[in-house]
């Protein structure tokens, strides 16, 4: 393996491990609630989870070129192919 790959699993294992340890904190948040007039449900915690999501998508993989364009390309053209 090369230092790419290795960089690249550990990353995938960090993420992996993160949302485990998260999913297991959000059960355990779930089931000790005290509060039984208004119990927590998965609704409550939406915010986080789009949040951890951009922390171990974009932010954890920062610096990773995904694409092929070339690195001088300023813009990508998207106007659409006109109708025949």
């Not at 990353?11 to 992996?16: G, S, V």
């Not at 208004?38 to 974009?58: C, K, M, N, Y």
Request: glycine share 2%; aromatic share 8%; net charge negative.
């Amino acid at each position: 393996m090369n230092a790419h790959s290795d960089e690249s699993q550990a990353r995938q294992q960090y993420a992996d491990e993160l949302m485990r340890r998260y999913l297991e904190l959000r059960r355990w948040a779930v089931e000790h609630w005290p509060n039984t007039a208004q119990p927590l449900q998965a609704a409550d915690f939406i915010a986080t989870d789009r949040e951890l999501q951009l922390l171990l998508g974009a932010r954890l993989h920062a610096g990773k070129q995904e694409d092929q364009r070339p690195a001088s390309a300023q813009y990508e053209d998207v106007t659409p192919m006109p109708w025949p």
